[in-house]
């Protein structure tokens, strides 16, 4: 990682984004509030509707500020034709620094128990991961801000650690409500089908530091009361809707090789809707094959040799079968 890199600042470069969700709290039909530790929270989608484009500008603060998301219309699901795209200049930063949710934070036992995996930028200025160490990153700023995908705040002294953590007082904190049943939820997640192939790319061993551009799309996932179905439905959006180009320096073999074996087809668990893996393997998350968790087609430019490689299939079938 260059040093003009390391002085990115993903908590400070998201800050526009959270005021813009602030003033417009009313249009985007979520609700700001302050929790019990002087810590901002902004419920998008528990306790009100959120809405689209709440969803599209916290997919942005997942990526640090790194990144451009917007809704379009795609050819390639005939059926559902309406998209996520997702682009970045700084995917290693905007989809491990930020995006990825890597840490679990609990609080708590039984019944009364916390439980969240954070995400955003706040989690570079925590540093608990080692994902971190790996990419050689950590941030440095006046405020941290998260985005968690569930349906309640975390509780004060769960919050008063979080600070403690970022090294920012409580007030100074941010955290985005988005569950996976709202439609918030249902966009931030899809918006993550770019961040699932960094991700493998890393659990590959493949040199982050050569991923230079990335960009990708998967179908806008219906929301759901349920949770399993709505966790289902936006899985299999990336599974077995998401594509994916990625921009890579070095050899065209090694480039050729990340094709190969980047696509959610290379993973044992293929082929089924995700709910129905996850219900197989009784609900534990941890039993699923992680190479799974990736984008259904894939292509990576060798920009030292011009050439494009390609992985992997879109299928219609397996995500209609999720969708309807």
């Not at 799309?217 to 994916?244: E, K, Q, S």
Request: charged share 20%.
């Amino acid at each position: 990682m260059t040093t003009e890199q390391r002085n990115i600042s993903v908590n400070r470069g998201v800050l526009p984004l959270i005021q813009t969700l602030k003033d417009n709290a009313a249009e985007l039909r979520v609700k700001v509030t302050t929790g019990a530790a002087g810590e901002t929270i902004i419920d998008a989608g528990s306790a009100t509707p959120g809405s689209f484009e709440a969803g599209r500008l916290l997919t942005e603060v997942c990526l640090g500020g790194l990144g451009q998301v917007r809704l379009d219309v795609g050819s390639y699901l005939g059926r559902w034709p309406f998209t996520l795209t997702v682009s970045t200049s700084q995917p290693v930063i905007a989809c491990l620094g930020s995006q990825y949710a890597g840490w679990q934070l609990t609080h708590g036992e039984g019944d009364s128990a916390y439980f969240s995996m954070g995400s955003g930028p706040g989690r570079a200025m925590a540093g608990k991961e080692h994902v971190f160490e790996d990419i050689a990153y950590s941030d440095s700023a006046d405020e941290a801000v998260f985005v968690l995908e569930t349906d309640t705040a975390p509780p004060e002294e769960l919050v008063r650690q979080i600070a403690k953590d970022c090294g920012v007082a409580p007030d100074k904190l941010t955290f985005a409500i988005t569950p996976t049943t709202s439609l918030a939820g249902a966009i931030q997640i899809v918006g993550r089908v770019v961040e699932v192939a960094i991700h493998k790319a890393h659990e590959l061993k493949f040199d982050l530091t050569r991923i230079v551009e990335g960009i990708g799309t998967a179908p806008l996932a219906p929301p759901h009361p349920d949770f399993i179905t709505a966790m289902g439905r936006t899985n299999d959006a990336v599974i077995y809707g998401g594509r994916i180009l990625l921009y890579v320096t070095g050899p065209a073999s090694e480039a050729k090789d990340l094709a190969e074996k980047l696509p959610s087809s290379t993973a044992a668990d293929y082929g089924k809707p995700f709910a129905e893996i996850f219900k197989e393997y009784e609900g534990d998350f941890y039993k699923i094959d992680p190479m799974l968790f990736s984008p259904a087609e894939v292509q990576v430019v060798a920009l030292e040799s011009g050439e494009t490689f390609r992985g992997g299939a879109i299928d219609p079938k397996l995500v209609d079968a999720s969708f309807d």
